[in-house]
């Protein structure tokens, strides 16, 4: 099971750029690294899912090294409402097929 | 609209009640979850299920059972809950059975446990 690790909480302004890292240590061959954002009382909602080097969508980017064992969303000029938490998730190949890690993720905060 | 459905999306029940709490998805997902938030703990899988008649536990299964008899549907049964279940409770559905396709979560219920 990749089992991840993430930034407990990261602050910001509003119009900065925002990078929140992942590491995923035990990640295997086959697994695609996924981004969901979740505001309070809300269900997570997927962001952005990558398996190497960089992905780029209309809300986030995510760049993935060459030995995948971390990863890293980025924000673009972050507002108010991107006020969230966001999870990095770690699925589980092999024996542990089907089982999800999401972890605590990062409570990001963006100021006026 | 593709979407999954969980109900009641509020319940404040008592002590050693039994209770169910429904999940359903419209997309034909073979890989159905849910997960518990806390405080602090983030989201935690409770149980899974990769196809019809096949579900295994999460990280935190203890005090639930669930079943899939059909496709859409995987209830979570609370036999006799206790108040250290009360907690937010996602239901999510993906096409993949892996993990590796995007999941969709549900609005969630809140569960209040006297």
């Known amino acids: 099971l990749a089992k991840t690790t993430q930034p407990i909480s990261m602050d910001s302004y509003e119009g900065q750029e925002v990078n929140i890292t992942c590491s995923h240590n035990n990640i295997a061959t086959n697994d695609y690294i996924t981004w969901y954002q979740q505001f309070p009382s809300q269900g997570p909602r997927f962001i952005i899912q990558?398996?190497?080097t960089k992905v780029t969508n209309e809300v986030a980017s995510l760049f993935i090294p060459a030995d995948r064992k971390s990863s890293t969303l980025s924000l673009p000029r972050v507002s108010l409402s991107d006020t969230a938490v966001y999870y990095c998730l770690g699925p589980g190949g092999g024996s542990t097929l089907g089982r999800l890690y999401f972890g605590r993720g990062t409570q990001l905060t963006v100021w006026p | 609209e593709a979407q999954v459905t969980q109900n009641p999306r509020y319940l404040i029940t008592v002590t050693g009640k039994k209770l169910t709490v429904t999940c359903s998805q419209n997309?034909?997902?073979?890989?159905m979850s849910w997960y518990r938030q806390d405080p602090g703990l983030g989201l935690r899988q409770i149980y899974y299920s990769m196809n019809v008649e096949v579900t295994d536990k999460g990280d935190v299964p203890e005090g639930y059972k669930v079943s899939r008899k059909e496709k859409r549907n995987f209830p979570l049964i609370l036999e006799s809950p206790s108040p250290n279940q009360t907690s937010l409770y996602f239901c999510?559905?993906?096409?993949?059975?892996?993990?590796?396709?995007?999941?969709?979560f549900g609005d969630g219920t809140r569960l209040s446990i006297l």
């Open positions: 997309m034909n997902h073979e890989y």
């Open positions: 990558g398996y190497k």
């Open positions: 999510a559905s993906s096409s993949d059975r892996s993990g590796n396709q995007p999941q969709h």
